[in-house]
């Protein structure tokens, strides 16, 4: 069983991974194993994520931007420089913006697009001869997109841009898929639910108790919970699983 959920040996590379979901999953890859670059904009919080670590793990950093086709061929760049295979792609680096329908500015489409949705377009392309040398038909190389449950169902906060890109997302999954399947690739998307990252940590601070009691389980989501379910999907366990889009939201967007 054990060989069954390894990753070790593994080299994985998060975007936003910095902070909240992207850490979650980078920190669970490394403490797992794995060799994990984690990609954000703010160098000095990339250090002190792996300042954090405290060497349980290995965990390097590389300053990105991916809101232009650019900022994500000079990651790609720069991550190519340093290895030559890549086994998971994690494309969790995303924006948001709320506003009322008849306020939201057009300017907002264009930053969440571009980031939420291009972005994972255009690096997952640029990545691809990467993940396609450390593939085998038994142990595909795997890319990991981060969804969310706003693109399942309609969310209660006017954030009319960033569902719309999750949605995006969990069908560009799908399509990315069927592409890069023969390359022995599989792409998956995961949707994450409530949990404390950058994007929810105002609406949890306000509404903390109040959004656990919309979730059946009745709580937050913990950062084991994302960790388990990356693992997963990058692991032997989940070399079989291709096209899905997994709620990890504890039955939120099943049952309203």
Known sequence: MDELFSIRGKCALVTGGGSGIGWMIARGYARAGARVYIASRKRAELDARIAELGGEGDCRALEADLSSESGCNALADAF??????LHILVNNAGANWGAPYAEFPESAWDRVLDVNVKAVFSLTRRLTPLLERSASAADPARVINI???????VPAMETWAYAASKAAVHHLTRMLAKTLAPKRITVNAVAPGPFQSRMMRATLERLGDRVAGLVPLGRIGE??????????????????????????????????
């Open 80 to 85: 190519e420089a340093r290895e030559e295979r």
């Open 147 to 153: 969804g969310s449950v706003d693109g399942i169902s």
């Open 223 to 256: 950062p084991e919970d994302m960790a388990g379910v990356a693992i997963f999907l990058a692991s032997r366990a989940g070399a079989y699983v291709d096209a899905a889009v997994i709620p990890v939201d504890g039955g939120l967007s099943g049952t309203r």
